[in-house]
Nanobody, 119 residues
Framework: QVQLVESGGGLAQPGGSLRLSCAAAGSPFINDWSWYRQAPGDQREMVAKITRDGRRTYSDSVKGRFTISTDSAKNTAYLHMNSLKPADAAVYYC??????????????WGQGTLVTVSS
């Protein structure tokens, strides 16, 4: 019903910037958008979230450096990453919640996009 396609990952130098994209195909009704990341051997962690009313939440490790945003016309979310650190290297996953007729929101994940930070 809903499919998320991620793009924008790649190689950045420490202190550099990248912009990740998450395009949603399917339902136009999305309750919230989130970005998660997972490095090898680590647990998956939430780094940014934006709700339908525009409220944004960030993990302490990325506050002041990352910005989550959405483009309603394109049904796409973005993660602008600035001042990148080696600790930011991970696979980044887009996540959304979609309302259903049963009342229980459906959770959908993107395929992941790899971010590498190295000199």
């Amino acid at each position: 019903q809903v499919q998320l396609v991620e793009s924008g990952g790649g190689l950045a130098q420490p202190g550099g910037s990248l912009r990740l994209s998450c395009a949603a195909a399917g339902s136009p009704f999305i309750n919230d958008w989130s970005w998660y990341r997972q490095a090898p051997g680590d647990q998956r962690e939430m780094v940014a979230k934006i709700t339908r009313d525009g409220r944004r939440t960030y993990s302490d490790s990325v506050k002041g450096r990352f910005t989550i945003s959405t483009d309603s016309a394109k049904n796409t979310a973005y993660l602008h990453m600035n001042s990148l650190k080696p600790a930011d290297a991970a696979v980044y996953y887009c996540n959304v919640h979609v309302p259903t007729t049963t009342g229980r929101p459906l959770e959908v994940w993107g395929q992941g996009t790899l971010v590498t930070v190295s000199s």
